[in-house]
Nanobody, 128 residues
Framework: QVQLVESGGGSVQAGGSLRLSCAAS????????MGWFRQAPGKEREGVAA????????FYTDSVKGRFTISRDNGKNTVYLQMNSLRPEDTAMYYC?????????????????????WGQGTQVTISS
């Protein structure tokens, strides 16, 4: 049974930090891309960051570059999203997802439909 379990969300003030975790089980973790997506009320789901679990290649959307860091611990089948310098516009439900790499070796960041497995989400709220 495939499971992705997120944790680490919460409420912080602008400028603060949070670290999200996603524990994966039930599938071949190392051959997949692991992505973090977010969805704010009334907005479409957007890709935030992704990492190829097998090789560590990382991908970020422009709005979080330099502030967020995605990493993995393959021994624990866990992916992390370290979020620093948080802004009110980062407020959203954050989801972890797993899916295959593209034929070109990239992780899909802007195609959530390419991800096969999803976690239940963890809420991140940033106050100004």
């Amino acid at each position: 049974q495939v499971q992705l379990v997120e944790s680490g969300g919460g409420s912080v003030q602008a400028g603060g930090s949070l670290r999200l975790s996603c524990a994966a089980s039930g599938f071949i973790y190392s051959s997949n891309c692991m992505g973090w997506f977010r969805q704010a009320p009334g907005k479409e789901r957007e890709g935030v960051a992704a990492i190829y679990a097998g090789g560590g290649s990382t991908f970020y959307t422009d709005s979080v570059k330099g502030r967020f860091t995605i990493s993995r611990d393959n021994g624990k089948n866990t992916v992390y999203l370290q979020m620093n310098s948080l802004r009110p516009e980062d407020t959203a439900m954050y989801y972890c997802a797993a899916g295959p790499r593209s034929t070109g070796g990239f992780c899909y960041l802007y195609r959530s439909d390419k991800y096969n497995y999803w976690g239940q989400g963890t809420q991140v709220t940033i106050s100004s």
